[in-house]
T-cell receptor, first 111, second 114 residues
Framework: NAGVTQTPKFQVLKTGQSMTLQCAQDMNHEYMSWYRQDPGMGLRLIHYSVGAGITDQGEVPNGYNVSRSTTEDFPLRLLSAAPSQTSVYFC??????????FGAGTRLSVL | AQTVTQSQPEMSVQEAETVTLSCTYDTSENNYYLFWYKQPPSRQMILVIRQEAYKQQNATENRFSVNFQKAAKSFSLKISDSQLGDTAMYFCAFTAGNTGKLIFGQGTTLQVKP
């Protein structure tokens, strides 16, 4: 089983560039989410989705957009990258009994 | 607002010994879940153990066990017979009900020494 797949694993952007972090899961989970991990701060919720067509903001949504057109995919878009968005990004999907499965993460550097 | 606090940024333990990682949380919810995640250098987030707040019995998974003190809002992780492969960052996390929104602590870096 692939579980939760994130691409790319690494990315370097220049300030102002846009990009999309991809996330796909093959477990038919309705709930998916994006987190960012910064040194000394643990993971913080950016956006989440409870099903296709439904998204909502988490703790740190500014500068990020999401959409959920299918159950499997939940991409995260940076419209105009800023150095403050340098971080490690994790996608997760939630199965039964409240267990979340995480992707391998994307390390993003914005110069 | 819910918060999760891990007060030990770094810890070390000798191989085969026991270590306890601390976590406290704050919530007004009655229905919630607590987790410990392990993040090795590979960066992968691995679920170690899970505790449902309504269960009084402490969760156990092989060498990993928790001490869940609901009234004190404390959720510590005990690792017995520490192994070199336990070297990692450990995160305590909280979620209310079935919301799916995880709130993480700051993490504790654990080094197991040979």
């Amino acid at each position: 089983n692939a579980g939760v797949t994130q691409t790319p694993k690494f990315q370097v952007l220049k300030t102002g560039q846009s990009m999309t972090l991809q996330c796909a899961q093959d477990m038919n989970h309705e709930y998916m989410s994006w987190y960012r991990q910064d040194p000394g701060m643990g993971l913080r919720l950016i956006h989440y989705s409870v099903g296709a067509g439904i998204t909502d903001q988490g703790e740190v949504p500014n500068g990020y957009n999401v959409s959920r057109s299918t159950t499997e995919d939940f991409p995260l878009r940076l419209l105009s990258a800023a150095p403050s968005q340098t971080s490690v990004y994790f996608c997760a999907s939630k199965g039964g009994i409240n267990i979340q499965y995480f992707g391998a993460g994307t390390r993003l550097s914005v110069l | 607002a819910q918060t999760v606090t891990q007060s030990q940024p770094e810890m070390s333990v000798q191989e085969a010994e026991t270590v306890t990682l601390s976590c406290t949380y704050d919530t007004s919810e009655n229905n919630y879940y607590l987790f410990w995640y392990k993040q090795p250098p590979s960066r992968q987030m691995i679920l170690v153990i899970r505790q449902e707040a309504y269960k009084q019995q402490n969760a156990t998974e092989n060498r990993f066990s928790v001490n869940f003190q609901k009234a004190a809002k404390s959720f510590s992780l005990k690792i017995s017979d520490s192994q070199l492969g336990d070297t990692a960052m450990y995160f305590c996390a909280f979620t209310a009900g079935n919301t799916g929104k995880l709130i993480f602590g700051q993490g504790t870096t654990l080094q197991v020494k040979p």
